[in-house]
């Protein structure tokens, strides 16, 4: 786990920690836009098989908007344009309730320069080729928005929210509401899951003393408890009656470490990913 700097791409970010970790290929738990900083996962190795377990996580951000300019790029790249002059009709009260209103789940459309895949390819490559890229609206989860600064056309936000949230087209969507129109100015990524901003190394200081246990990277994860026998029996493939499944994918654990990945069939566990014994970063 490192923070990344804001100006580079989290594949440069990436490259450079396999560089410094002396490990490729390595893999993130969700990409952060080149003009955003903050707390990226990445895992080697074994651990890359609990990738989209940790991408799932909630995260939480703290976010520079500005009121009545629009960006093509939903951000500070642009280009930038502006509806309208007239921001000091924005009382602070109209400002907090339209914020407020975010909380909940609700439809948001993601970027055209954004990783979602539209038609196999991401929809940034396509964007930037010139076409008209529909990207499709999708249902994400605000937890918590409180606004920490609001100083029109200025508005510093702190968010928590589900995975998959773009705080970009929060930010759009936020102009949309109060009729002006806004950018995301700023942004900085400050926890996933239970990793928080004082526990990332800045990049250039990553060494390869740094790897934590997979059993810290999961600990947050569904998890299922399993006998050695049934670990045993599970590693080779076979599906395992067991006393309690859950829900979904599950972490499982056995003798205190954790040992692969099942999820639920009817009454029995069916193993989808297992740990090699001799390299569990």
Do not use: N
Not at 44 to 59: N, S, V, Y
Not at 125 to 132: C, P, S, T, V
């Amino acid at each position: 786990m490192f923070w990344k700097p804001a100006g580079i791409t989290s594949r440069r970010a990436v490259e450079e920690a396999e560089r410094r970790l002396g490990v490729r290929p390595l893999g993130h738990t969700g990409t952060l836009d080149p003009l955003a900083a903050g707390i990226l996962v990445v895992l080697g190795g074994e651990a890359r098989k609990f990738q989209h377990l940790i991408t799932d996580h909630d995260k939480c951000y703290e976010a520079r908007v500005v009121l009545g300019i629009e960006s093509g790029s939903e951000d500070a790249e642009g280009p930038l344009w502006c509806r309208t002059p007239r921001l000091s009709l924005h009382e602070p009260a109209a400002v907090e309730a339209a914020v407020a209103g975010f909380e909940g789940s609700y439809e948001q459309t993601p970027p055209q320069l954004s990783a979602v895949r539209v038609a196999g390819e991401r929809a940034h490559k396509r964007a930037r080729r010139g076409e008209d890229v529909a990207v499709p609206a999708r249902s994400v989860r605000i937890d918590r928005i409180e606004i920490v600064d609001c100083a029109p056309p200025l508005l510093q936000l702190r968010v928590a929210c589900g995975p998959g949230t773009y705080i970009r087209s929060l930010a759009r969507d936020l102009g949309e509401r109060l009729g002006t129109g806004a950018f995301l100015a700023g942004l900085r990524r400050t926890a996933v899951g239970t990793f928080q901003e004082a526990d990332a190394k800045p990049l250039t200081a990553l060494t390869s003393g740094d790897w934590l246990p997979l059993e810290e990277i999961v600990r947050d994860a569904p998890r299922v408890d399993v006998p050695r026998a049934t670990a045993e029996r599970l590693a080779l493939g076979q599906r395992v009656p067991h006393a309690v499944l859950p829900d979904d994918l599950a972490v499982v654990w056995c003798d205190g470490a954790v040992v692969g990945i099942a999820e639920p069939r009817g009454e029995v566990l069916q193993p989808r990913r297992w740990v090699q014994p001799d390299d569990s970063r």
